[in-house]
């Protein structure tokens, strides 16, 4: 017993000396979507990103899609960006999302693949380049499959940041995210799911590496009118 005590405390201490910054955060979405018309849709929605020092990032959003075909899908997000800096003070910024989504069905399986181009302006200057705040490229490949009689679904997903402007830390991938989760199909107008999010940064000065416990709950309330779809609830992500 004493040896698999010094062997797993030998193993934490290594595990945190190679990550450098290893840090665990809790990801807590509200918000609500609906239709303009048919095939135009609009999602409005406050994230909230608490670490170890608490409330760390938070947002407000507010997203436009529209469906082209059943596997085409542009949309655009505005996102008012307020976060921690290392002085305790919370600084702001406005940050724009192209996206372009694509998805292709066969039988239960889904693939998808989204592409972001997102631009921030009125940001305070940093001195290191970082991936979720400035000028990136964003590349997101997604599988899911709907297994047959089960209430399970499972997903994956890996996203690759690239920074395309020029300088020291320019044309290079910045970070890498990946997610492993499962949605439970419940009965009545409630959704829910789990998964795990691990972001590691790379080619940066002291990168960063986040284990993140993903939970999502939504409410969606349907009026009784055919055609007419709205869904409000509350997402941990």
């Given amino acids: 017993m004493s040896r698999y005590i010094i062997f797993t405390l030998l193993f934490f201490q290594n595990l945190i000396a190679f990550s450098q910054s290893l840090e665990g955060q809790l990801w807590m979405e509200t918000g609500f979507k609906g239709r303009f018309v048919k095939g135009l849709d609009y999602t409005i929605d406050w994230t909230n990103r608490i670490g170890n020092q608490g409330f760390e990032t938070m947002f407000p959003q507010?997203?436009?899609?529209?469906?082209?075909?059943?596997?085409?899908?542009?949309?655009?997000?505005?996102?008012?960006?307020?976060?921690?800096?290392?002085?305790?003070?919370?600084?702001?910024?406005?940050?724009?999302?192209?996206?372009?989504?694509?998805?292709?069905?066969?039988?239960?399986?889904?693939?998808?693949?989204?592409?972001?181009?997102?631009?921030?302006?009125?940001?305070?200057?940093?001195?290191?380049?970082?991936?979720?705040?400035?000028?990136?490229?964003?590349?997101?490949?997604?599988?899911?499959?709907?297994?047959?009689?089960?209430?399970?679904?499972?997903?994956?997903?890996?996203?690759?940041?690239?920074?395309?402007?020029?300088?020291?830390?320019?044309?290079?991938?910045?970070k890498i995210r990946s997610f492993i989760g499962v949605s439970l199909e419940l009965k009545g107008p409630h959704d829910f799911a789990l998964g795990y999010i691990y972001d590691q940064s790379l080619n940066l000065p002291n990168p960063t590496y986040r284990h993140i416990l993903n939970m999502s709950y939504c409410y969606k309330i349907q009026p009784k009118k055919k055609g007419k779809r709205k869904t409000m609830g509350v997402r941990w992500l």
């Fill in 62 to 174: 507010a997203s436009i899609k529209y469906k082209v075909n059943d596997w085409f899908r542009p949309s655009i997000d505005y996102r008012y960006v307020i976060k921690r800096e290392l002085n305790s003070n919370y600084n702001g910024s406005n940050r724009l999302n192209f996206n372009l989504q694509f998805t292709k069905s066969i039988n239960r399986l889904n693939l998808g693949f989204r592409l972001r181009y997102q631009y921030s302006f009125d940001r305070v200057a940093s001195v290191n380049y970082q991936p979720e705040f400035d000028q990136a490229f964003r590349l997101k490949p997604s599988i899911s499959y709907d297994i047959n009689n089960s209430i399970f679904s499972p997903s994956a997903t890996v996203e690759f940041f690239y920074n395309p402007a020029n300088g020291p830390l320019g044309k290079r991938f910045s």
